[in-house]
T-cell receptor
Framework: AQSVTQLDSQVPVFEEAPVELRCNYS??????LFWYVQYPNQGLQLLLK??????LVESINGFEAEFNKSQTSFHLRKPSVHISDTAEYFC????????????FGGGTRVLVKP | EAQVTQNPRYLITVTGKKLTVTCSQN?????MSWYRQDPGLGLRQIYY???????DKGDVPEGYKVSRKEKRNFPLILESPSPNQTSLYFC??????????????FGEGSRLTVL
């Protein structure tokens, strides 16, 4: 079974500074990868996804993630954060061999300070 | 507006008192699922449904029941709630595609406290 590890449970960061959220998954077989974001008191929303093709994927609000198959990682980055990026971020892996079952990491809480 | 609606959003109950959390989606999605969110554990799947009358256990099904009599509804039933079921619950839905996974659409969550 897949497992997903988000190495940092909390990441405090100053506004306009860069941020990187780390995500590693357990299996080296072909998988699909996602980042979901949860703003305070809301449900999760899809931020970006990797299904195939270019290993660098981007979201509309400036986040990007790079799929690294050899390191089984899918780290999320943003070069300059805003206060509005304060949220919890979840990495998730979908395993086609398991009917596309989605497995979530434990989440990383990002607190952007002015 | 496309949405997944859960009710109630907040509930405090006592051990053993049966309760149901409703979930309804208006996107004609085949796939629906329940998750519970606990600090540091992320989201863990309780039950899921590929289509009407088709349900299956997720990773943490003990103490829960579900039904899928209609495509749009997927209620979560706690027959005899216990304090370890105190959690934040999310319902989610998506189109079902065996080749590519669909985007999951989440409800706003139901915070349940069992005393």
């Amino acid at each position: 079974a897949q497992s997903v590890t988000q190495l940092d449970s909390q990441v405090p960061v100053f506004e306009e500074a860069p941020v990187e959220l780390r995500c590693n998954y357990s299996s080296s077989v072909s998988v699909y990868l996602f980042w979901y974001v949860q703003y305070p008191n809301q449900g999760l929303q899809l931020l970006l996804k990797y299904l195939s093709g270019s290993t660098l994927v981007e979201s509309i609000n400036g986040f990007e993630a790079e799929f690294n198959k050899s390191q089984t990682s899918f780290h999320l980055r943003k070069p300059s954060v805003h206060i509005s990026d304060t949220a919890e971020y979840f990495c998730a892996v979908s395993d086609p061999a398991a009917g596309n079952k989605l497995t979530f990491g434990g989440g990383t809480r990002v607190l952007v300070k002015p | 507006e496309a949405q997944v609606t859960q009710n109630p959003r907040y509930l405090i109950t006592v051990t053993g008192k049966k309760l149901t959390v409703t979930c309804s989606q208006n996107m004609n999605h085949e796939y629906m699922s329940w998750y519970r969110q606990d600090p540091g554990l992320g989201l863990r799947q309780i039950y899921y449904s590929m289509n009407v009358e088709v349900t299956d256990k997720g990773d943490v099904p003990e103490g829960y029941k579900v039904s899928r009599k209609e495509k749009r509804n997927f209620p979560l039933i706690l027959e005899s709630p216990s304090p370890n079921q105190t959690s934040l619950y999310f319902c989610a839905s998506s189109y079902r595609d065996r080749v590519l996974p669909g985007e999951l659409f989440f409800g706003e969550g139901s915070r349940l406290t069992v005393l």
